[in-house]
T-cell receptor, first 113, second 114 residues
């Protein structure tokens, strides 16, 4: 069966510090991968999506970047965090071409102080 | 752009039935999803509609009208554990693409009272 792992669960970082969140998927190959952010009181905002290694599309301009160095690994990064980067970050995967929704990781609660 | 609207909050009592509505305006349409999200947790998949009509899955049912850009999630025999946020999500028509981008509404916070 497929599983998705995301870490860390919580993170408190000072403004201006770097960020690296990692997500890995097991039990499937060539998944579509996604990063979402959920700010307090707001809906899920799609940040990045990827259909394959090295293929990243950004949904909205922001202070973040994403990379996919391996088929089942997706990384969210920032060189210098802003207060507005605080939120609940969720990684998700879906199968190519299927009529399926996303399966989400357990999320990372990021607080920038 | 994508515009997905759903009520912010709803309340109901245990054992009752509640209907959560969702309206959408998207650039194309290739499916509507409902997710449940408990506080501090990741969303979990509830239902999927791509054709008009009602899909029933146990206590939960979801309805879609593509011509009206409208869906609802119906929860029957409410239980305390159903207190959660319910997210409506739409997948645009990415014709020719294998991408399955989903765009989410802000969620409806349902509180079930004893």
């Amino acid at each position: 069966s497929q599983t998705i792992h995301q870490w860390p669960a919580t993170l408190v970082q000072p403004v201006g510090s770097p960020l690296s969140l990692e997500c890995t998927v097991e039990g499937t190959s060539n998944p579509n991968l996604y990063w979402y952010r959920q700010a307090a009181g707001r809906g899920l905002q799609l940040l990045f999506y990827s259909v394959g290694i090295g293929q990243i599309s950004s949904e909205v301009p922001q202070n973040l970047s994403a990379s996919r160095p391996q088929d089942r690994q997706f990384i969210l990064s920032s060189k210098k965090l802003l207060l507005s980067d605080s939120g609940f970050y969720l990684c998700a995967w879906s199968a190519h071409g299927g009529n399926y929704g996303y399966t989400f990781g357990s999320g990372t609660r990021l607080t920038v102080v | 752009g994508q515009n997905i609207d759903q009520p912010t909050e709803m309340t109901a009592t245990e054992g009752a039935i509640v209907q959560i509505n969702c309206t959408y305006q998207t650039s194309g349409f290739n499916g509507l999803f409902w997710y449940q999200q408990h506080a501090g947790e990741a969303p979990t998949f509830l239902s999927y509609n791509v054709l008009d009509g009602l899909e029933e899955k146990g206590r939960f049912s979801s309805f879609l009208s593509r011509s009206k850009g409208y869906s609802y999630l119906l929860l029957k025999e409410l239980q305390m554990k159903d207190s959660a946020s319910y997210l409506c999500a739409v997948r645009p028509d990415d014709r020719g693409s294998t991408l399955g981008r989903l765009y989410f509404g802000r969620g409806t916070q349902l509180t079930v009272w004893p």
